[in-house]
């Protein structure tokens, strides 16, 4: 079964330093998300990607925050300066459509430590 | 802003009992309701969503909801515990993004 695959499943980076988050979604799906968790809290919605544009983004996304779907494949997102609080679990999404009610699936995440 | 509230933080069921997992709506209209589980170490996986069809709605590995409008409910239920159901699951609507209720963490005995 296709499945969403995430790289790393951790990192660990110094405050102030870029770090990217890579993201496999399953083939055939054009619409693409970015979710975080910070531990503890509710899972937060992010971003939304489509048709290699931000189809969407919550008021977290702000300018430190980029996506990028570089080649056929690949789906990233990065933040620029880390900040401590940006710690958390990053889950990447992907849903063959866009309406409502289009599920979408998720990769395992990607937890970031920020020291 | 739309929501949604998991009314259980913990739930801990002994292995072959029902389990119960409650979820209310906050909405104006009927929403597109899913429930997601995610396992240790596990991206979060479909249980099953409903979209204003059916309002009994059946997922995966004997779970089902019921959508009911006029309790603005979307409880999760499943007639007997294995003791792979221990995970954290999640009452989750949507409005073109995602809203995640703060999740239910499920034990069982044995």
């Known amino acids: 079964e296709p499945e969403v695959t995430q790289t790393p499943s951790h990192q660990v980076t110094q405050m102030g330093q870029e770090v990217i988050l890579r993201c496999v979604p399953i083939?055939?799906?054009?619409?693409f998300y970015w979710y975080r968790q910070i531990l503890g809290q509710k899972v937060e919605f992010l971003v939304s990607?489509?048709?290699?544009?931000?189809?969407?983004k919550s008021e977290i996304f702000d300018d430190q925050f980029s996506v990028e779907r570089p080649d056929g494949s690949n789906f990233t997102l990065k933040i620029r300066s880390t900040k401590l609080e940006d710690s958390a679990m990053y889950f990447c999404?992907?849903?063959?459509?866009?309406?409502?009610?289009?599920?979408?699936?998720f990769g395992p995440g990607t937890r970031l430590l920020v020291l | 802003a739309q929501s949604v509230t998991q009314l259980d933080s913990h739930v801990s069921v002994s292995e072959g009992t029902p389990v119960l997992l409650r979820c209310n709506y906050s909405?104006?209209?009927?929403?597109?309701l899913f429930w997601y589980v995610q396992h240790p170490n596990k991206g979060l996986q479909l249980l099953l969503k409903?979209?204003?069809?059916?309002?009994l709605v059946k997922g995966i590995n004997g779970f089902e909801a019921e959508f009911k409008k006029s309790e603005t409910s979307f409880h999760l239920t499943k007639p007997s515990a294995h003791m792979s159901d221990a995970a954290e699951y999640f009452c989750?609507?949507?409005?073109?993004?995602?809203?995640f209720g703060a999740g239910t963490t499920v034990t069982v005995r044995a």
């Open positions: 999404a992907s849903s063959a459509a866009g309406g409502l009610g289009e599920t979408q699936y």
């Open positions: 083939s055939n799906h054009l619409y």
């Open positions: 990607f489509y048709n290699n544009e931000i189809s969407e």
């Open positions: 909405s104006s209209y009927s929403p597109s």
């Open positions: 409903y979209t204003s069809a059916a309002t």
């Open positions: 989750v609507r949507d409005d073109y993004k995602l809203s």
